[in-house]
T-cell receptor
Framework: GQQVMQIPQYQHVQEGEDFTTYCNSS?????IQWYKQRPGGHPVFLIQ?????EVKKQKRLTFQFGEAKKNSSLHITATQTTDVGTYFC????????????FGQGTILTVHP | EPEVTQTPSHQVTQMGQEVILRCVPI?????FYWYRQILGQKVEFLVS????????KSEIFDDQFSVERPDGSNFTLKIRSTKLEDSAMYFC???????????FGSGTRLTVV
């Protein structure tokens, strides 16, 4: 079945440093979504990328979708303590009913 | 901002007991889902529900699980005979169309003892 893998599993940064998490799918994706889960919280939808090579920005967050639509990345510039949490990528399971396959997530810790 | 509401927030149950987890999705959403997350692990798909029936289910969603939308607002997950390995956070999610991002509820932490 489809697999979605993320690296790194953990990332510890000093406040102000940059952070990147990478997501790879075993199959070509029609789109990819990113979610953030704060400690003890629930996943919150950040963004969806659809087009090959697409780049989208949300303030300090930059999301990319690979040309082959099998990989994606999330880059955070100048991290802040509010960025702490787990970042998940998720790809559709190939049906029209919208099942998502989540990656394992990258746990980001930001030291002040 | 519309929310997906889940109750209870925490449920402790004896092994072998039945539990019902409740969700109120966003009112105009059409697609409903249950996911679970074992502590420290990834979010795993259980079941999707559309047009008043199950549209897809995972291998985890075996005969001990069932879902219902008993009225126009509630969406429930029933686990008939709980096992220790059912201990997890259960998230309900909904979306308006099949291509949107999910809105997740705040989850129910199920502890089976």
């Amino acid at each position: 079945g489809q697999q979605v893998m993320q690296i790194p599993q953990y990332q510890h940064v000093q406040e102000g440093e940059d952070f990147t998490t990478y997501c790879n799918s075993s199959t070509t994706l029609s789109n990819i979504q990113w979610y953030k889960q704060r400690p003890g919280g629930h996943p919150v939808f950040l963004i969806q990328l659809v087009k090959s090579g697409e780049v989208k920005k949300q303030k300090r967050l930059t999301f990319q979708f690979g040309e082959a639509k099998k990989n994606s990345s999330l880059h955070i510039t100048a991290t802040q303590t509010t960025d702490v949490g787990t970042y998940f990528c998720a790809g559709p399971g190939g049906t029209s009913y919208g099942k998502l396959t989540f990656g394992q997530g990258t746990i980001l810790t930001v030291h002040p | 901002e519309p929310e997906v509401t889940q109750t209870p927030s925490h449920q402790v149950t004896q092994m072998g007991q039945e539990v019902i987890l409740r969700c109120v999705p966003i009112s105009n959403h059409l697609y409903f889902y249950w996911y679970r997350q074992i502590l420290g692990q990834k979010v795993e798909f259980l079941v999707s529900f559309y047009n008043n029936e199950i549209s897809e289910k995972s291998e985890i969603f075996d005969d001990q699980f069932s879902v219902e939308r008993p009225d126009g607002s509630n969406f429930t997950l029933k686990i008939r005979s709980t096992k220790l390995e059912d201990s997890a956070m259960y998230f309900c999610a909904s979306r308006y169309t099949g291509g949107d991002g999910y809105t997740f509820g705040s989850g129910t932490r199920l502890t089976v003892v």
